[in-house]
T-cell receptor, first 115, second 114 residues
Framework: QQQVKQSPQSLIVQKGGISIINCAYE??????FPWYQQFPGKGPALLIA?????SEKKEGRFTISFNKSAKQFSLHIMDSQPGDSATYFC??????????????FGTGTRLTIIP | DSGVTQTPKHLITATGQRVTLRCSPR?????VYWYQQSLDQGLQFLIQ???????AKGNILERFSAQQFPDLHSELNLSSLELGDSALYFC?????????????FGPGTRLTVL
């Protein structure tokens, strides 16, 4: 019930296209849903995050869509650029009232943007 | 740069040995988290400290231990090392126990056990 399932495992998108990565969760107590971007040899970097009381959040070219009833959320990268090529992780965490704020991560999506 | 620092960057050691990984959180952050990243297990939560106290434990082996010191830096101790402990170890920090819980990750320590 603590799992977060992420798909696809890898994704190739043409420059200028839209990259879409999907995640699904089981635990309805999850309260916070961030996306992280990781380049080889680096630590994960927080990209954008959403709370379940909002259905969409946009920051620049990055948008999170959140469907509470379906227990799914997705990352959309508009106008994808070669510099976006990285591994993307979705994650979820419980409200602090549950006694911990650990992140449960999806398995990651390796995104490659081709010219 | 996230503001979280980790040392050393790389560590190569032998089976059966003990190592210590060090993390300094972002200035003002009270919570420190340790995560392990391996090819087969992905990013796994190990342990969380908040203001010097252990707050949550994840899939941390009994051979592993951690602590957070009064200056809020944290150390992860790994002992009786096995080949399977080879992985990237990340430290993350967050301001406290806020609902948004933005966690910022350090650059990691790559541990290789030979």
């Amino acid at each position: 019930q603590q799992q977060v399932k992420q798909s696809p495992q890898s994704l190739i998108v043409q420059k200028g296209g839209i990259s879409i990565i999907n995640c699904a969760y089981e635990n309805t107590a999850f309260d916070y849903f961030p996306w992280y971007q990781q380049f080889p040899g680096k630590g994960p970097a927080l990209l954008i995050a959403i709370r379940p009381d909002v259905s969409e959040k946009k920051e620049g070219r990055f948008t999170i869509s959140f469907n509470k009833s379906a227990k799914q959320f997705s990352l959309h990268i508009m106008d994808s650029q070669p510099g976006d090529s990285a591994t993307y992780f979705c994650a979820a965490s419980l409200h602090p009232n549950f006694g911990n704020e650990k992140l449960t991560f999806g398995t990651g999506t390796r995104l490659t943007i081709i010219p | 740069d996230s503001g979280v620092t980790q040392t050393p960057k790389h560590l190569i050691t032998a089976t059966g040995q003990r190592v210590t990984l060090r993390c300094s959180p972002r200035s003002g952050d009270l919570s420190v988290y340790w995560y392990q990243q391996s090819l087969d297990q992905g990013l796994q939560f190990l342990i969380q400290y908040y203001n010097g106290e252990e707050r949550a434990k994840g899939n941390i082996l009994e051979r592993f231990s951690a602590q957070q010191f009064p200056d809020l830096h944290s150390e992860l101790n790994l002992s009786s090392l096995e080949l399977g402990d080879s992985a990237l170890y990340f430290c993350a920090s967050s301001a406290g126990l806020a609902g948004d819980n933005e966690q910022f990750f350090g650059p990691g320590t790559r541990l290789t056990v030979l």
